[in-house]
């Protein structure tokens, strides 16, 4: 006879149910399979001491004991109750059949008492609950807090004794059901406000401008320029333009934390993620493993948030290809080991790059040693579809204190990218002037600019009508000014763009 039932252990890989299975045959001996013989024979000796104290009858026969994910189980000490509760199906003290539908955890003491474990993660598992049918999940205090958000709604019962497990599912005990704080309501607010990066930018207008309609239209920007001239400090100021996350977003980004083991805080504030240039493809994308377990990587762990790849030039080929995908869709085939799964992925990805090897590029030929050739070289890295994936190309040189626009205040930007959004949103009616189209056709003749450059040109030049227009038009009226400032912002549309007279 074979009795089966679900568990939880810290202990079990990627936090995943543990499935508990009982078989009972002839002889007098206890196997086990899947967890160390010593672990299960300290479980064993507290069962049956728990249940002498309880009046429960020692359970006799031979019994092999078998709990799956079998990979690396050490510490079953929560199993204690499931463990349990399969010895007394077996007896027939509660119905074995129910047992296959519950899902228990619990530290048992040698009085039945029981206990939680400390640094309890939710089971994976469950998040797709049905995939899993669960009538109840009975569990002590402490567990059942965290737990329950993950079981079916209203269905986590407190359970802090054997006697009273077992007094339900003999079905004449009711437990009580344990409500789910909504931590969300206690999250942590974030304060864009209270970083210092946003303070600390010295930019030109045309930056600034650049940085506000990047924000807007969360579009890929590519960042490129000389060492010191405030590429990375302004991929991190990006960060603080982002609005705060939703209780939803939350939701969906607690998983590829909880999954990677990384520490989540309950807070709105929205993930910035920046991978070092010697992150691999699979550490970009995530990765599926051979047991066809899913380890997220850094697109899911910037979900709703901030993708800052700094040095993109430096990541590896493989690396850099594997963004085509994320920057242009939110979301991605992710396939490894014969299995696929879909991604998506809100993010806003923005990258920085030197021109040169060097790094010294807009310093002056004295400065940076490098040849058209080798400028050449570097920039190849970046082939064509990635570049033009980019739709804003920023190159920043270093700004004097008299050249620099104040740096407006953070919460006045905020709120302009959030009602230029919100009317963009609304899809008002988008017209173009003659002049306007002209200078349009002229960059994709002068250019050969391809259907996704002149989409990339459209939208820069739509968000700067927008922004300049806000609260004046019904319409967005895109005019020279707008078209001609998107152009400039599409810099590796052009040959050789970075070509200089003096160049060697
Ligand atoms: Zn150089």
Redesign the pocket.
Known sequence: MLVSTLGYSAAVPNNRVAHVQLHRTRGARFHVSGIPLTASRSSISRIYAAFECCGFPRIAGAFTLHIRPTDQIKDITTLDLPIALALLGHAGIIPADALRRIFSAGEMGLDGQLQSQEGTKPPIELEVPFEIPIDALLLPDGFGQKIAPWGPPGRTLRTNHLIEAVGYLQGHKTLPVIKQKKEWNHRERWNPCAETHWKSLRLSPIQMKALIIAAVGRLPLLIIGSSGTGKSLMGRALHQLLPPLREQHFAELEKPYRTKGIPFPITDRPPIRKPHHQCTSAGLLGTITQSGAWSPGELSLAHHGLLCLDELCEFSRDCIEALRGPLEDDGFLLSRAGQSRIESTANWIVATSNP??????NDGPTS???TKG??QRYLQRLSGPIIERFALHLETTAVAPSDSSPTPDLLAIRDRITSTRTWLNRQPPVYSTPKANAIIQNHVSQFRSSARSLGHLTKIAQIHAAIEQYNQRKTIEIGVADVEFASQLRIFDRPRWWEKPEMQ
């Open positions: 040169c090897p060097c790094g010294r590029f940076c040693p490098c080798q400028v």
